[in-house]
């Protein structure tokens, strides 16, 4: 396409920023990061951060020494293995003692391997330099809102800077949190994919203005995920839940952005623990107990 090869150069072998790539590239995630500093009306802290995941799904939870031995064992296994995200089962940057202690273990026994993470933002300015000091190439936020009023109906408090906030205030904190983090991603030159929780009825219209704020802000892939229904999730919303969106729904969305930042359409909503190419899942075949004790 158009698209310069340099740029190309940092995509073309990663499944999630390039589709070609989705088919050859196989990405695992080690869900090394449980606590979060946010609270989502539609997660469950039971289960993976649903940022990035499937709800309903327990991962495996490592320390950083037990996802260094889970990453190099698989990356003897898979050769098709080019990424390894951190998307929770919290937030990574939150989380980010142990999130920076996998990342330091991996590269430094498998260099070439390309590191990505997904946050919520709210930690993110304060971890950009670090991002760039350790070659983390890919950076993925979810932005659910740019209007703080549509972020109370979806997050009911925040903890930032030593204290809980709740209502309006907390949506504007976290609001400007994730506009600062994008625009100083996008300045230093990191791949940023914005996700989005369709959340019908909440901000299902509002999506389209996010689409343009964060092209505006140099997002290069905005992702739309439809909000996955689940009796076990969603439950803040209401006493008759939340119910996701109708394929019918999501594409018309999608295809209101269209002329917007690019979007990813072939988004998995993987688990925080997967492993493999998109759409396959090879992640019970790499359970602790069939790890070795050493790898290296
Ligand atoms: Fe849950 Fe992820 Fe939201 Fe944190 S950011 S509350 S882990 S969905
Ligand atoms: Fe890629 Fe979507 Fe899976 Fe994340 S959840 S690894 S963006 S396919």
Same mark, same amino acid.
């Given at each position: 396409?158009?698209?310069?090869?340099?740029?190309?150069?940092?995509?073309?072998?990663?499944?999630?920023?390039?589709?070609?790539?989705?088919?050859?590239?196989?990405?695992m995630h080690v869900a090394v990061a449980?606590a979060?500093?946010?609270?989502?009306?539609?997660?469950?802290?039971?289960?993976?951060?649903?940022?990035?995941?499937?709800? @309903?799904?327990?991962?495996?939870?490592l320390t950083p020494d037990q996802a260094f031995r889970k990453v190099v064992t698989v990356a003897?296994?898979?050769?098709?293995l080019?990424v390894l995200g951190i998307a929770?089962?919290?937030d990574a940057l939150y989380d980010w003692r142990k999130t920076k202690a996998t990342f330091e273990l991996v590269s430094r026994e498998i260099p070439d391997i390309k590191l990505c993470i997904s946050t919520?933002?709210?930690a993110?300015?304060d971890h950009v330099d670090e991002l760039v000091d350790m070659n983390i190439d890919h950076v993925?936020?979810?932005?659910?809102?740019?209007?703080?009023?549509? @972020?109370?109906?979806?997050?009911?408090?925040?903890?930032?800077?030593?204290?809980?906030?709740?209502?309006?205030?907390?949506?504007?904190?976290?609001?400007?949190?994730?506009?600062?983090?994008?625009?100083?991603?996008?300045?230093?030159?990191i791949?940023?994919?914005?996700?989005?929780?369709?959340?019908?009825?909440?901000?299902?219209?509002?999506?389209?203005?996010?689409?343009?704020?964060?092209?505006?802000?140099?997002?290069?892939?905005?992702?739309?995920?439809?909000?996955?229904?689940?009796?076990?999730?969603?439950?803040?919303? @209401?006493?008759? @839940?939340?119910?996701?969106?109708?394929?019918?729904?999501?594409?018309?969305?999608?295809?209101?952005?269209?002329?917007?930042?690019?979007?990813?359409?072939?988004?998995?909503?993987?688990?925080?623990?997967?492993?493999?190419?998109?759409?396959?899942?090879?992640?019970?075949?790499?359970?602790?107990?069939?790890?070795?004790?050493e790898v290296a």
């Amino acid at each position: 396409g158009d698209m310069p090869a340099e740029l190309w150069n940092r995509i073309k072998d990663h499944p999630c920023y390039s589709e070609e790539a989705h088919h050859y590239f196989a990405r695992m995630h080690v869900a090394v990061a449980p606590a979060c500093n946010i609270q989502c009306n539609y997660c469950n802290r039971k289960y993976d951060c649903a940022n990035e995941s499937r709800p @309903g799904v327990v991962s495996e939870k490592l320390t950083p020494d037990q996802a260094f031995r889970k990453v190099v064992t698989v990356a003897n296994e898979v050769p098709q293995l080019s990424v390894l995200g951190i998307a929770g089962p919290g937030d990574a940057l939150y989380d980010w003692r142990k999130t920076k202690a996998t990342f330091e273990l991996v590269s430094r026994e498998i260099p070439d391997i390309k590191l990505c993470i997904s946050t919520n933002g709210l930690a993110l300015p304060d971890h950009v330099d670090e991002l760039v000091d350790m070659n983390i190439d890919h950076v993925t936020i979810t932005i659910n809102m740019i209007d703080p009023l549509i @972020g109370t109906k979806i997050y009911p408090w925040i903890f930032y800077d030593h204290k809980r906030y709740t209502g309006l205030v907390a949506s504007q904190i976290l609001h400007e949190r994730q506009m600062l983090g994008l625009e100083m991603l996008a300045e230093r030159g990191i791949l940023v994919k914005v996700n989005s929780v369709l959340i019908p009825g909440i901000n299902d219209q509002h999506l389209i203005e996010v689409n343009a704020a964060v092209k505006a802000r140099g997002a290069f892939l905005h992702n739309i995920m439809p909000l996955i229904s689940d009796p076990a999730h969603g439950t803040h919303f @209401g006493l008759t @839940g939340q119910r996701g969106p109708k394929h019918a729904e999501l594409m018309a969305v999608q295809e209101a952005c269209s002329g917007g930042a690019n979007l990813m359409r072939h988004c998995r909503q993987c688990r925080a623990d997967a492993v493999g190419l998109l759409g396959e899942d090879r992640g019970q075949e790499f359970t602790l107990d069939q790890i070795p004790a050493e790898v290296a």
